[in-house]
């Protein structure tokens, strides 16, 4: 038996959860899982996909990525999930981009984007409106994102984007 009572032994262990809990919530907030967001810095991340009001216009000021794209590539399973997200199968899908109208000049470059979703379609072929953003996916990692409510037919993506100038 010792001579010391429980009681400091127990506030011991305290203290060492606080560097635990100050690394938990940084993960929560940097994921848009914190409470601390304002809903304008909440538009267009990753999982809920806004208002299904939102308009096209909405759409490109929210999100960093807008392309009309071809799925080229076998989707690629995910053995892991990303760092925020609730249990799923994810998939990276890699797509051709026949036109860039939002976007960085590099992407277009590449030609290709891979993008980390678990609802996108998987028809090889198939050609997509896509929005896109990028996010923290891993604690050092970040991937081009998306989901299938962030997917509209190229018309009408075309449309959009020459009513709001961009070509």
């Known amino acids: 038996m010792s001579d ?3 009681a400091p032994r127990r506030r011991c262990i305290h203290m060492a959860l606080i560097p635990v809990l100050a690394i938990a919530a940084t993960l929560a ?7 601390a967001q304002s809903s304008a810095s909440n538009s267009g991340h990753w999982g809920p996909c806004g208002s299904p009001d939102s308009t096209m ?3 490109f000021r929210q999100h960093q990525v807008a392309i009309i794209g071809r799925l080229v590539k076998e989707v690629e399973p995910v053995p892991w999930v990303p760092l925020g997200r609730p249990p799923g199968d994810y998939y990276f899908s890699t797509y051709r ?3 860039i109208y939002k976007g960085p000049e590099r992407m277009a470059e590449r030609g290709t984007v891979k993008v980390l979703s678990r609802s996108l379609p998987r028809k090889l072929g198939s050609i997509h409106g896509l ?3 990028r996010r ?3 604690i050092t990692s970040t991937h081009w994102v998306s989901e299938r409510c962030l997917i509209v037919s190229p018309s009408r993506m075309r449309r959009a984007a020459n009513s709001l100038g961009r070509e």
């Open 57 to 59: 216009r909405e759409k």
């Open 136 to 138: 923290l996916t891993g």
């Open 4 to 6: 010391y009572p429980s």
């Open 97 to 99: 981009i026949r036109q």
């Open 29 to 35: 907030l940097l994921t848009g899982a914190g409470p």
């Open 131 to 133: 929005f896109i953003d």
